[in-house]
C-alpha cells in the first residue's frame, strides 16, 4: 500500500530558528517521485519540489533544504533562519509511475511567530 | 500566462441544488484534476483526467460528475448538492508525465458552503 505521514500536525518556532517537517513514506514501486507543496494562509497552493527515487542527492534552495533518504523511506524539508511569511500549510505527497493519483500527506501546519 | 483558472471564488447551495464549478488552464498541459480539501483530511481526489475524451475516478468520485471535451477545460458538477459536499475545491494541472511525475499547477481554490 501507499502512504504518506506527515506526523507534526502543527509546529510552532520563534522567528529565526531552524525547523524541520518530517515526511514518511510508503510505497512499493521502484520509481517514484516525492514532491512538497506550501498552503499559505491566503490559501493557493504552491509547488515547491520534486525528487525522483534514482536521485538521492540533497538539495538546497536559498533557506530550504529537503533530506531525501530512502534507506528509511524519508523526504524531510527544512527551513533554515525561519521568517514569519514561511507560516503556511506544508503537503508532502507521493506518485509513482504506476498510476496517476497522488498520495498525500495530512499536512504540516507551521506557525513562525515574530 | 493565466495558469489554472477557477470559478466562481465562492457559492453558497442549498441542499439539492446543482452547480457547475468551472476549470481552465492555458498551458496546454494534457492532465487536469479536481480535489477537495476539508479539515485535518488533507487533499482527496475527486476525478482526473489525462486528456481530451478521457475521464477517471479518484478517491472521492461520488456525488460528482466531470468531462473533459477540450484540453483547456474540466468542469466539475454537483449534480444535487448535500452538506457533506461542503469544502474548498482545487482544480490542478499538469504535463502528462510517466503516471503523476509532473508538479501540479493549482487553482486558487473555491470555497463552496452546502446549507
Known amino acids: 500500500a501507499q502512504k504518506v505521514t506527515q506526523a507534526q500536525t502543527e509546529i510552532s518556532v520563534v522567528e529565526k530558528e531552524d525547523v524541520t517537517l518530517d515526511c514518511v513514506y510508503e510505497t512499493r514501486d521502484t520509481t517514484y517521485y516525492l514532491f512538497w507543496y506550501k498552503q499559505p494562509p491566503s490559501g493557493e497552493l504552491v509547488f515547491l519540489i520534486r525528487?525522483?527515487?534514482?536521485d538521492e542527492q540533497n538539495e538546497i534552495s536559498g533557506r530550504y533544504s529537503w533530506n531525501f533518504q530512502k534507506s528509511t523511506s524519508s523526504f524531510n524539508f527544512t527551513i533554515t533562519a525561519s521568517q514569519v511569511v514561511d507560516s503556511a500549510v506544508y503537503f508532502c505527497?507521493?506518485?509513482?509511475?504506476?498510476?496517476?493519483?497522488?498520495?498525500w500527506g495530512a499536512g504540516t501546519k507551521l506557525i513562525i511567530k515574530p | 500566462n493565466a495558469g489554472v483558472t477557477q470559478t466562481p471564488k465562492f457559492q453558497v447551495l442549498k441542499t439539492g441544488q446543482s452547480m457547475t464549478l468551472q476549470c481552465a488552464q492555458d498551458?496546454?498541459?494534457?492532465?487536469m484534476s479536481w480535489y477537495r480539501q476539508d479539515p485535518g483530511m488533507g487533499l482527496r481526489l475527486i476525478h482526473y483526467s489525462v486528456g481530451a475524451g478521457i475521464t477517471d475516478q479518484g478517491e472521492v468520485p461520488n456525488g460528482y460528475n466531470v468531462s473533459r471535451s477540450t484540453t483547456e477545460d474540466f468542469p466539475l458538477r454537483l449534480l444535487s448538492a448535500a452538506p457533506s459536499q461542503t469544502s474548498v475545491y482545487f482544480c490542478?494541472?499538469?504535463?502528462?508525465?510517466?503516471?503523476?511525475?509532473?508538479?501540479?499547477?493549482f487553482g486558487n481554490g473555491t470555497r463552496l458552503t452546502v446549507t
Open positions: 525528487r525522483n527515487s534514482f
Open positions: 505527497a507521493l506518485a509513482m509511475d504506476s498510476n496517476y493519483q497522488l498520495i
Open positions: 498551458m496546454n498541459h494534457e492532465y
Open positions: 490542478a494541472s499538469s504535463r502528462k508525465g510517466t503516471g503523476q511525475s509532473s508538479p501540479l499547477h
